[in-house]
């Protein structure tokens, strides 16, 4: 009997390389399917010896091996053919090559693409797909589809996104897998400033250059046409890894037309700065335009305070305006901050203020149920627009010139509302809790106070998409942070009724659901503008945690930072030293330092003796009660109020500026001018 097994099995080349002991008691039995995949076409040994050692031992039921001949043989030839005996155990013999286990994509971003997967055999069952252990098939997703049953995955207008791992198997046989990995490329985009500047000789000339792109994009510069790099003398130096032409004494003859050039696999970029050196007694009209570049209505801090709002100009620590309380709309008879009854000193309350493309800020009054609406062009506020009550955060959403408010009803947030629209008249009534984040695309989240739920709007129709439950990490949201390497949102989760608080939930915004945790990490979560840096605050632990996000989408493990600062805000500056790298600066809400972290390297320096914050209960809209506001881009200088002053400081050289006095809870800040 068992040399006909054996032969049996040999003269059918079965080519299981993994059989199990299941298989040997169905095969005795005659009952059960059996399922197997063919992984090798070797013969396999352990396989003979489990049978011998269990199968013999077997109480043999009343099927045997000519039941099998009986009834599988269907064309009667008293032979059993491969088919036949394919047949009577419903096996599937299926294949993945060793080397296509794993496979690279790499697209442009905007293209479309098609994965395919490598496993092959007869009577393939059907090819299911996952990104982040969520099955694709199923969730009917716009861009992602898997037409027709050939089991390829197609993907339409690929974005930063969709980048990361994909994996396919037949159902079923979900040990049998393969990995796609998706790689996006980005071309280029360039960025220069100035694009132009005026220059009297003997000044110093700085001319920079931002390209993002992934891969990272190399730089280098033309002038009049002709390479920089030969042309390079004592006074003319690359800087920050070619990034910024820096002229430290500039001659008539330097006067010329820089070019940038931005170079990745996926295309070129570039773009021209000019620079003019003259005599300012020349008034031509380079020079005319760069003075009023520099002296006019851009590149200016505003800051909302108790006696109004003043315009600042940061480099010199001028003061270019001062907008009072009693100070009247345009034409109008309304004042910027009325008095209220009881009242006896005119003062302002401000909560949050945004800016509507160098046009117009928007700044909510919260105990004026208003916001109040300042031309930038005119520096005068012109216009109020009333609001549920307590209008507390403003949010403008540019890629659709929308502006969201969030109102709390009453100080006790009782009755939150949230008012989208240019105009802030139509509104829509959702309970939420603190904050709305309408980023990337079309999307947004709202949080709700003390549900362990994010909500998905739709931005455009302003409408609920779906509910994201995060019950089971026992999660309710208190902020979350967005990059577009690999399309995560990180999560903070409120404390729980015993203080402790559960590790951020990372969410894949392409399927829209939970991948898990993010390792041990708690606290607030915030993204470097390239999406390349996640940086989480933890006050409780004094701990600032950095992650780098690869362009490839991989979360990488995290560096500590040991603080005692208790951070309250932070801003993100472009690395004026380093090419794609950003610095981070971080206000305390408690003491009087600001810390500067290089996310490159780590590097750690400390801004001394700013004076104290705003006192957390005199600050009831938000946690931040010291904000740390950057400039932009190609911005130097950067923002953070005391109680009664308000700092300047240098991003270039990590230094203080200067502080500008009598600015009593100067903590609304906005920034006017290239960005
Ligand atoms: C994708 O899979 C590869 C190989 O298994 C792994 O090294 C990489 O980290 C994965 N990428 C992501 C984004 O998870
Ligand atoms: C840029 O320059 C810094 C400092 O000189 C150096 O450490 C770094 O490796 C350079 N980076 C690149 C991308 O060339
Ligand atoms: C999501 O939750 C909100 C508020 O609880 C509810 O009004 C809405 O109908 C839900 N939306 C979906 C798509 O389930």
């Given at each position: 009997c068992w040399n006909i097994l054996q032969i049996f099995f040999i003269s059918f080349y079965w080519t299981c390389e993994k059989l199990i002991i299941d298989f040997c008691l169905e095969f005795f039995c005659c009952c059960q399917s059996l399922l197997c995949a063919a992984h090798s076409t070797k013969v396999s040994h352990t396989f003979f010896k489990v049978i011998k050692h269990e199968g013999l031992s077997l109480d043999v039921s009343d099927c045997t091996l000519f039941d099998l001949l009986k009834y599988n043989d269907v064309n009667d030839d008293e032979h059993l053919t491969k088919e036949e005996f394919y047949t009577a155990f419903d096996v599937n013999l299926l294949s993945l090559p060793d080397d296509q286990k794993v496979s690279v994509t790499t697209v442009t971003v905007g293209e479309s693409t098609v994965l395919t997967c490598a496993i092959t055999g007869e009577r393939r069952p059907s090819i299911l797909w996952k990104r982040n252990h969520q099955n694709l098939n199923s969730l009917n997703l716009e861009d992602i589809n898997d037409f027709g049953d050939d089991g390829s995955l197609y993907i339409t207008k690929v974005t930063t996104t969709h980048m990361g791992n994909y994996s396919c198997h037949p159902d079923g046989y979900e040990k049998l897998f393969q990995t796609h990995i998706l790689q996006v490329n980005v071309p280029p985009v360039i960025r220069v400033y100035p694009e132009s500047q005026a220059r009297e000789p003997g000044i110093t000339a700085s001319l920079r250059c931002h390209a993002e792109g992934i891969p990272s994009p190399q730089l280098s510069w033309l002038k009049n046409g002709m390479d920089i790099k030969v042309k390079l003398s004592k006074q003319l130096t690359l800087q920050a890894n070619g990034s910024e032409v820096h002229i430290s004494n500039v001659h008539f003859e330097d006067t010329g037309a820089y070019t940038c050039i931005a170079k990745n696999e996926a295309g070129v970029d570039e773009d021209i700065s000019s620079l003019f050196v003259e005599d300012s007694a020349r008034k031509t009209l380079a020079n005319i335009l760069w003075r009023e570049e520099g002296l006019g209505i851009g590149n200016m801090f505003y800051v909302f305070y108790d006696d109004g709002i003043k315009v600042i100009q940061p480099v010199a620590c001028e003061i270019q305006r001062h907008i009072k309380p009693s100070e009247k709309l345009l034409a109008l008879q309304e004042e910027v901050c009325p008095m209220s009854p009881g009242e006896t000193v005119q003062?302002?309350?401000?909560?949050?203020?945004?800016?509507?493309?160098?046009?117009?800020?928007?700044?909510?009054?919260?105990?004026?149920?208003?916001?109040?609406?300042?031309?930038?062009?005119?520096?005068?506020?012109?216009?109020?627009?009333?609001?549920?009550?307590?209008?507390?955060?403003?949010?403008?959403?540019?890629?659709?010139?929308?502006?969201?408010?969030?109102?709390?009803?009453?100080?006790?947030?009782?009755?939150?509302?949230?008012?989208?629209?240019?105009?802030?008249?139509?509104?829509?009534?959702?309970?939420?809790?603190?904050?709305?984040?309408?980023?990337?695309?079309?999307?947004?989240?709202?949080?709700?106070?003390?549900?362990?739920?994010?909500?998905?709007?739709?931005?455009?129709?302003?409408?609920?998409?779906?509910?994201?439950?995060?019950?089971?990490?026992?999660?309710?949201?208190?902020?979350?942070?967005?990059?577009?390497?690999?399309?995560?949102?990180?999560?903070?989760?409120?404390?729980?009724?015993?203080?402790?608080?559960?590790?951020?939930?990372?969410?894949?915004?392409?399927?829209?659901?939970?991948?898990?945790?993010?390792?041990?990490?708690?606290?607030?979560?915030?993204?470097?503008?390239?999406?390349?840096?996640?940086?989480?605050?933890?006050?409780?632990?004094?701990?600032?945690?950095?992650?780098?996000?690869?362009?490839?989408?991989?979360?990488?493990?995290?560096?500590?930072?040991?603080?005692?600062?208790?951070?309250?805000?932070?801003?993100?500056?472009?690395?004026?030293?380093?090419?794609?790298?950003?610095?981070?600066?971080?206000?305390?809400?408690?003491?009087?330092?600001?810390?500067?972290?290089?996310?490159?390297?780590?590097?750690?320096?400390?801004?001394?003796?700013?004076?104290?914050?705003?006192?957390?209960?005199?600050?009831?809209?938000?946690?931040?009660?010291?904000?740390?506001?950057?400039?932009?881009?190609?911005?130097?200088?950067?923002?953070?109020?005391?109680?009664?002053?308000?700092?300047?400081?240098?991003?270039?050289?990590?230094?203080?500026?200067?502080?500008?006095?009598?600015?009593?809870?100067?903590?609304?800040?906005?920034?006017?001018?290239?960005?």
């Open positions: 003062k302002c309350v401000w909560s949050s203020a945004v800016n509507i493309k160098d046009k117009f800020i928007y700044v909510t009054q919260p105990t004026l149920d208003r916001v109040l609406v300042v031309d930038i062009q005119s520096q005068k506020a012109v216009q109020t627009v009333s609001t549920d009550p307590y209008p507390v955060k403003l949010h403008y959403d540019k890629s659709h010139d929308q502006v969201w408010l969030l109102s709390w009803g009453d100080m006790d947030k009782n009755f939150p509302t949230l008012q989208v629209s240019q105009q802030l008249t139509s509104c829509f009534n959702v309970k939420l809790f603190i904050s709305c984040l309408p980023f990337y695309y079309r999307f947004g989240l709202i949080l709700h106070k003390n549900e362990p739920v994010l909500h998905k709007i739709n931005l455009e129709t302003a409408s609920y998409v779906k509910n994201i439950s995060l019950w089971e990490y026992n999660c309710i949201p208190s902020s979350v942070a967005f990059t577009h390497l690999g399309g995560y949102y990180f999560v903070n989760c409120k404390p729980d009724s015993t203080g402790a608080t559960q590790p951020q939930v990372i969410l894949d915004s392409v399927t829209d659901s939970v991948i898990g945790q993010n390792q041990d990490i708690t606290g607030t979560p915030y993204v470097s503008p390239d999406g390349r840096y996640l940086v989480t605050v933890d006050d409780d632990d004094g701990l600032m945690r950095i992650q780098r996000i690869s362009e490839r989408g991989e979360i990488q493990e995290p560096f500590d930072i040991h603080t005692n600062l208790h951070l309250s805000d932070l801003a993100f500056q472009r690395s004026f030293t380093e090419v794609h790298q950003y610095n981070v600066f971080g206000s305390s809400g408690r003491q009087t330092d600001v810390l500067f972290v290089e996310l490159s390297s780590g590097k750690v320096k400390m801004i001394k003796s700013l004076k104290e914050a705003t006192k957390s209960f005199d600050w009831p809209w938000s946690t931040k009660n010291r904000v740390m506001v950057g400039s932009g881009l190609f911005g130097q200088y950067l923002v953070t109020p005391s109680r009664e002053s308000v700092f300047i400081l240098d991003g270039r050289l990590n230094k203080l500026n200067c502080e500008i006095m009598d600015i009593l809870k100067g903590n609304v800040v906005v920034w006017v001018g290239e960005s």
